[in-house]
């Protein structure tokens, strides 16, 4: 089955600077990519999600950048701020596969002033 | 996904009792998804369902069962055969169409085993 690897695992900027977040995949069917992010107790939001046919994607302050050919993702998010402030998580699925999403294990934000 | 409620939001269990999980959406969406989430891990697919009366099971459904008689309903009964339930459940939905990949998620239930 697919399997997401996430990094890093913490990650801690301070206000104003960016933050990037990595993920890779190992299944080349692949097609769906959305980024969630989840505040303490709360439930995962979608954030900002891409398609394989699209190597880009901007949403104001976050980003998300595609490389089917290194079969990996990231989340770009510039002039951070307190709020900004969670765990985001990345995940994947493909056609065929009832939209079933694979995670990966998340990465902490911490946005210091 | 303001459209998606889970009851209760805390839910404690003895050992050897089963424990049901409510799951209603109001969103009209076909598909609904079951997860589990323990501390500082991703998401771990429990069971699915992408139409009434049909459901397949994910990466880690032992010890788990579901019902789908109601498109708005997907219920999960968390067994006593489930060693270690104690995790953050979370339910989802799937739509608006069925081509759509998107996920949108319920509040979660925080199930503690006394």
């Known amino acids: 089955g697919e399997n997401v690897e996430q990094h890093p695992s913490t990650l801690s900027v301070q206000e104003g600077d960016s933050a990037v977040i990595k993920c890779t995949y190992s299944?080349?069917?692949?097609?769906?990519f959305p980024w969630y992010k989840q505040e303490l107790g709360k439930r995962p939001q979608l954030i900002i999600d891409?398609?394989?046919?699209?190597g880009e994607k901007k949403d104001q302050r976050i980003a998300v950048t595609l490389n089917k050919t290194a079969k990996h993702f990231s989340l770009h998010i510039t002039e951070t701020q307190p709020e900004d402030s969670a765990v985001y998580f990345c995940?994947?699925?493909?056609?065929?596969?009832?939209?079933?999403?694979?995670f990966g294990t998340g990465t902490r934000l911490q946005v210091t002033l | 996904d303001g459209g998606i409620t889970q009851s209760p939001k805390y839910l404690f269990r003895k050992e050897g009792q089963n424990v049901t999980l409510s799951c209603e959406q109001n969103?009209?969406?076909?598909?609904m998804y079951w997860y589990r989430q323990d501390p500082g891990q991703g998401l771990r697919l429990i069971y699915y369902?992408?139409?009434?009366?049909?459901?397949q099971k994910g990466d880690i459904a032992e010890g788990y069962s579901v019902s789908r008689e109601k498109k708005e309903s997907f219920p999960l009964t968390v067994t006593s055969a489930q060693k270690n339930p104690t995790a953050f459940y979370l339910c989802?939905?799937?739509?608006?169409?069925?081509?759509?990949?998107?996920?949108?998620f319920g509040p979660g239930t925080r199930l503690t085993v006394l």
């Open positions: 299944d080349s069917a692949s097609n769906y």
């Open positions: 891409i398609r394989s046919n699209v």
């Open positions: 995940a994947t699925t493909s056609t065929g596969t009832a939209s079933k999403l694979t």
């Open positions: 369902s992408q139409i009434v009366n049909d459901f």
């Open positions: 989802a939905a799937r739509g608006p169409t069925p081509s759509t990949d998107t996920q949108y």
């Open positions: 969103l009209n969406h076909d598909a």
